[in-house]
């Protein structure tokens, strides 16, 4: 079987499985955790610009709200499946426990090709799913988010929507609106700022000084160019090779992140950056760099360059970068791997921000969210780190075991298992 | 009755200024007392008989009886008619004579221009009034016109005598630049321009409003045919002429020094003086010369590009100008011996015509800010697309291509760098959704004139802004805040640039240009008696029509793709299909391999595979042959695609653009650039392939593995071997040939090989 084909249901089940064999998880517990506890389908008939009627199909999982309500985004794609879903809102119910806020974890998504629909029709879809969704949704009971092809404009249709059929005001069902409409402060660099403060962490933890050591950052979108800001003025990271989907380029004397974002920004492209050398994508992660921030696409260290892979901290902000036959070596090898689902957990922690800021309608700083963020992820990091070091296991196996003991726990508490 | 003996008075002095005119007045005047119903004609001449009837006396004679008759016509007309409409039946008397004047100068076998232009001259001093002559009348006096001063191709008169009237052609004699010594059209490209604007905008039948309110065209002039050849003549370059027939290596060879021989060439005193008066009228607004040969736009043959436009920042003193203005003259000029033109014209039997060039000069559209000046839009706008990604796009609604800026940025292929493309049936739907997307499928650059060095600048939009403050950007730029992409709401905000993108939708929704685009090329394509093509600029409200021309469209054929493709012989499939066709028995592969050309080290050396692909491509004319290679093919960018001419791809049935995505190239937006028209026009088929896009296939080892037969057939290009891959197809595939299929109505292709087919397909 390849690294890739599986169904990602069943390899999130078998995370699990993993996890709960090391843990020792009872059986009714396991089984549990194993299932979404509730799948919602609905029948989504719309109005389209020309006067016919379409029927989309969405549905709504939350996974697993034992440590609090259901959160996790919700996405619009023409080949989205139910097995899809089910696996992501597994991740966010592992995400919102490793990074111990009080949250569930859930998904949700329409079939649709949002390419191919007017922005009254998106509207008009955005409504009719939080009609037949309605009910289930709350701040106490499920909270969706943005995500594949949805927008923070959709999120301010649903929420509308939502008040409508309420009568009341209710920001915090939903997440990722436009700051206007009570959206957080801080979400832009959430991502990228969790995972330099995870990074900071790790460093402490093994006694690294990172101080004018260097960095790597493979993909170049949003959180790649936050990290490339926030390594340099946060941690002292020297960013010496950059790559996006043309190519890379690579100036062991550093390169200014600003000037290069710039670059970026007008042509399209990292590569062409004055004074600096092409470098392959593949060449850019075997670099030996103090930091390697994958930052766009799945599986791209796998068995066959991860003996290559010479960074110390390999700090995930993609989703997938490292496949799991590529995890062992790296452990074997001493790379430090910050899993995704700690390093990049800092985006749902700024929307359960956003959350908690409308239902208390009171809106903190800039310099306040991003002290609070780094509380969670200095602690979750720690957490994760110390199971690491107890169980002997790597730490992606490290953060399955943290965030599956906190969800098993709160069933167990509840009388659930 | 004294107040009817003076109007009696006034009426006979204003009608004998005009004594060529009378028997027409008063045949007028008579039709008019009639239908008014007060008297008839028999009534008049007894009343003109009883006056003249003495008692006892001789009858009146014939003379006599007339001469009474026209005075109680006059009388009648003097004390019963309101003056303004006295003075519509002068004006039309006036008319009639003087368009028969006309009409008979127009006819007459030995045609000299002055005198038209005198007898067209005076046609036009007379009011236009109320009543016009028939246009059925008229039609011949139009015909011999548009004729005579703006073009003879037959396609383009049977449309244009419907709509340009005689006073147009008024119109635009007085902004003809000639010479005494030579008689000259204005060409292709300024009738076209005129033309579209007659039919939007009617001079005289009931036009639609809106179209009235906002349509215009650059305030113009027409350097006619004329001084073309008067120039060639003076300076004794009529070889040039023969250029054409010569081999195509001579003539790539011959114009690059034709530039030297033209810079010492010159324009007679006479010129000069025309020229200087014409830069004092238009003082130092900037200008673009635009070619506009006999030949461009005509029905069928667009010459999309082939021909020089040079803009001229025109600025300081009235010397300094001139000089500027006649090396602009000269370059549109010379860019008729040009390989480009002189090749497209051979393809399409153009090459025994007597092509000559016109010039149109315009003022810029647009306006100035800090050193820049530019219009806040322009773009390319086509009455049908066939270039639609989602069943939801009606094709026959047309679509547009948008830039800030000047438009030379919509119809050029510009690297890595994408105007928006709107499609007036949903003018909000694009095939990009997240943010990040919108952001990247987005113009960055806009080309702009720089009035302080003269030159014609691509800079980043940012940059640009940073440096004035332009009241537009509402419309232009969305911003992202902290995720969320949006438009701005309100004019007054101040942006912060770095956060934003150009996206239109604040032009899209909130002004009519999508509105007037979609109903003006609907209603040109109806006068046409086809599908047009519009290049246009929108400032201030206005939407100024550039250019307009037929417009070649892919046959929208069905396309039957097979129901299964042996996999063994499948050579690719593609999803992204931006014109359907089906090409069979294809022989010969030009594979130019992506990744060894990026990793070419300069430049130089990619021009040597621009050199080589041309090479290849003159010596498999007549054979069947496609062509693929990285990204876009014609990029103003080497580094995205070979640099190829339209006449270094010109023998290929199949143009295929490969884009892994390690090189990021979409090849896609490239609908509507000159480089595309030209392989609609001569039916190349254009294939795009995105290997690493789900469910799309590329069998790259067929053609780097195959035997190259490049060292073979041109041992001087032998070294380059690992970059250009020649393959013979029947020799590696057990005598099989490629057949291609792109279906558009389904967005689905495929390549594969299989049997020779009968016919070619």
Known sequence: MSEKALNPFAIAQQQLDDAARRLGLDPATHELLRWPMKEYKVLLPVRMDDGTTRVFHGFRIPYNTARGPAKGGLRWHPDETIDTVRALAAWMTWKTAVVDIPLGGGKGGIVCNPKELSEAEKERLARAYMRALGSTFSVTRDVPAPDVYTTPQIMAWMMDEYETLRGEHHPGVITGKPLALGGSQGRGDATARGGIYVTREAAKAHGIDLERKTMAIQGFGNAGQFAALLGNALLGLKLVAVSDSRGGVYDPGGIDPKAIIDHKLKTDAVKGFPHTKPISNQELLELDVMVLFPSALESVITRDNAANIKCKILCELANGPTTPAADEILYNNKVVVLPDFLANAGGVTVSYFEQVQNTYNYYWELWEVQKRLDEKMTAAFKAVHDMHKREGINMRQAAYLVAVARVAEACRLRGWT | ?761
């Open chain 2, 1 to 761: 009755m004294r107040e009817d003996l003076l109007r009696t008075y006034r009426l006979f002095q204003r009608m004998m200024a005009y004594p060529d005119s009378l028997a027409t007045m008063r045949r007028l005047f008579l039709q008019a007392i009639v239908e008014q119903g007060n008297t008839d004609r028999e009534t008049l001449i007894k009343k003109a008989k009883a006056f003249l009837t003495v008692p006892g006396g001789d009858p009146p004679d014939e003379k006599q009886l007339i001469e009474i008759f026209n005075m109680f016509i006059d009388i009648t007309v003097a004390t019963t008619f309101p003056g303004k409409e006295i003075d519509n039946y002068i004006n039309f008397a006036r008319k009639q004579t003087q368009f028969f004047r006309l009409v008979s100068q127009v006819n007459k076998e030995e045609l000299t221009y002055g005198a038209i232009k005198r007898e067209l001259k005076a046609f036009c001093a007379i009011p236009e009034g109320e009543i016009l002559i028939s246009p059925n009348e008229a039609e011949g006096a139009r015909v011999g016109l548009i004729n005579q001063f703006i073009s003879n191709q037959l396609p383009f008169i049977g449309i244009a005598k419907h709509h340009i009237t005689v006073r147009d052609v008024g119109d635009i004699s007085d902004r003809i630049i000639r010479t005494r010594r030579r008689p000259g059209r204005i060409g292709g490209k300024a009738a076209g321009m005129v033309l579209a604007h007659r039919i939007l905008v009617p001079r005289f039948s009931k036009g639609d409003p809106e179209l009235e309110r906002h349509i215009r065209i650059p305030e113009s002039w027409y350097v006619n045919t004329g001084v073309f050849s008067d120039f060639i003549d003076r300076n004794e370059l009529f070889h040039f002429h023969s250029q054409k027939y010569k081999s195509r290596e001579m003539i790539e060879e011959e114009y690059k020094k034709i530039a030297d021989l033209f810079v010492n060439a010159s324009f007679s005193k006479e010129m000069l003086d025309k020229f200087r008066y014409l830069l004092e009228i238009t003082g130092e607004a900037p200008l673009v010369l635009r070619s506009s040969s006999l030949l461009e736009d005509n029905f069928g043959y667009a010459f999309s590009g082939k021909y020089d436009s040079v803009f001229l920042g025109n600025q300081g003193e009235m010397e300094t100008r001139l000089e500027a203005f006649i090396w602009g003259l000269k370059r549109v000029h010379m860019s008729t011996f040009g390989p480009a033109p002189i090749l497209y014209r051979k393809k399409n039997n153009l090459l025994d015509f007597n092509e000559q060039m016109s010039v149109l000069v315009q003022k810029v559209v647009g306006r100035r800010f800090g050193p820049y000046f530019f219009p806040f839009a322009a773009g390319v706008g086509f009455s049908f697309s066939a270039y639609s990604w989602t069943p939801r796009i009606n094709k026959e609604d047309g679509v547009m291509r948008l830039v800030m800026g000047l438009g030379t940025r919509a119809v050029d292929r510009i690297g890595a760098d994408y105007p928006r493309m709107i499609h007036l049936s949903a003018p909000m739907l694009r095939p990009e959704v997240t943010p990040d997307k919108i952001k990247k499928y987005s113009q960055k650059f806009m080309d702009v004139l720089n009035l302080e060095t003269g030159a014609l600048e691509s800079r980043h939009y940012r940059d640009i802004m940073t440096e004035i403050d332009h009241p537009d950007l509402f419309y232009a730029l969305s911003e992202d805040t902290e995720g969320h992409l949006a438009p701005p709401m309100f004019k007054s905000t101040q942006f912060a640039l770095n956060r934003t993108c150009i996206t239109f939708d604040n032009l899209i929704r909130k002004t009519p240009l999508p509105r007037l685009l979609k109903k003006s090329l609907a209603i040109l394509a109806k006068a046409y008696g086809g599908p047009v093509d519009v290049e246009f600029a929108w400032d201030g409200d206005h939407l100024y029509i550039v250019q307009c021309r037929t417009l070649s469209v892919a046959k929208d054929v069905a396309i039957v793709m097979p129901e299964e493709i042996d996999k063994d012989r499948l050579f690719f499939k593609n999803k992204r299909i931006i014109s359907g066709g089906a090409v069979h028995n294809i022989e010969y592969i030009v594979y130019v391999d992506p990744r060894a050309y990026a990793g070419l080290p300069t430049v130089e050396k990619k021009i040597e595979i621009s050199r080589a692909v041309s090479r290849i491509n003159q010596d498999l004319a007549g054979k069947r042959y496609a062509l693929f290679g990285p990204g876009r093919w014609g990029s103003n960018d080497i580094n995205l695609g070979v640099r190829a001419g339209y006449e270094d791809i010109n023998n290929a049935l199949v143009l295929g653009e490969v884009a892994f995505v390690e090189n990021g190239s979409t090849p896609e937006v490239s609908y509507g650039t000159h480089f595309f028209n030209d392989l609609v026009e001569s039916g190349i088929v254009h294939v795009a392939i995105f290997p690493d896009d789900p469910g799309s296939f590329f069998r790259e080892e067929f053609l780097l593995d195959s035997p190259n037969q490049l060292a073979g057939s041109h041992p001087d290009l032998s070294h380059l071997e690992p970059v250009i891959h020649l393959i013979h197809v029947p020799s590696c595939c057990n005598r099989m040939s490629l057949s291609v299929f792109q279906d558009s109505r389904n967005q689905t292709g495929a390549g594969f090989f299989e049997e020779r087919a009968t016919g070619d397909g």
